[in-house]
Structures are given as structure tokens and as C-alpha cells.
Nanobody
Framework: QVQLVESGGGLVQAGGSLRLSCAAS????????MGWYRQAPGKQRELVAS???????NYADSVKGRFTISRDTANSTVNLRMNSLKPEDTAVYYC??????????WGQGTQVTVSS
């Protein structure tokens, strides 16, 4: 059973930075892609950023130029560096992974709160 464990959320002032990490219980080579989603109160979960096994990245327009997703295959982690944070970035952030066999896994979520 794959487990994804997020860390790094917290409270930060607008303009600040945070780094989220997602640690997988096994090798991340079994995933076609991994990514970060977020869900704000009263809103649908939305894709923030994703990275494929080949290293291709994709970002939501709202975070382009501010967020950077990366993989650390040696430590089976996917990281999200978030700079120039805005109050509208406040949400629960979820790590996800799409397994080669077609199963999608989710982490438990980590809260990010950006104060104005």
C-alpha cells in the first residue's frame, strides 16, 4: 500500500515562502506523475503543479513564476517551493501520485495559511 505524507505547511505572511514536501512510502519510479493540488474552503480541489516521471512540469496559471515543483528520487519525495505567497494561496494542499497501474493516491493534506 502506497502512502504519501505531506509536511511543511503553516502560517506565513503575504510575500513569504514555504516549502512543502511529500514523502512516498516506496520508490517514486512507480509513478507516472506526481503533483500538488489544493482546496480552499467552499471551492473545488484544483491542480497546483505536477511533474512527470520524465521531469516535465505543469503549473496552474495562478502560480506560474512563483511555485516550483521538483523531485528527489533518492529520497522518494516531491517538493513544492512556494514564493511570493498571496492570501488567495490559502488552502489545504494535497500531494497526489498516479501509479503505473492506474491507481491514484492522495496524501492527508497540509494546511497553508497566508495572512495579509
Amino acid at each position: 500500500q502506497v502512502q504519501l505524507v505531506e509536511s511543511g505547511g503553516g502560517l506565513v505572511q503575504a510575500g513569504g515562502s514555504l516549502r512543502l514536501s511529500c514523502a512516498a512510502s516506496g520508490s517514486i519510479f512507480v509513478f507516472n506523475a506526481m503533483g500538488w493540488y489544493r482546496q480552499a474552503p467552499g471551492k473545488q480541489r484544483e491542480l497546483v503543479a505536477s511533474i512527470t516521471s520524465g521531469g516535465n512540469t505543469n503549473y496552474a496559471d495562478s502560480v506560474k513564476g512563483r511555485f516550483t515543483i521538483s523531485r528527489d528520487t533518492a529520497n522518494s519525495t516531491v517538493n513544492l517551493r512556494m514564493n511570493s505567497l498571496k492570501p488567495e494561496d490559502t488552502a489545504v494542499y494535497y500531494c497526489n501520485a498516479d501509479h503505473l497501474f492506474g491507481v491514484r493516491y492522495w496524501g492527508q493534506g497540509t494546511q497553508v495559511t497566508v495572512s495579509s
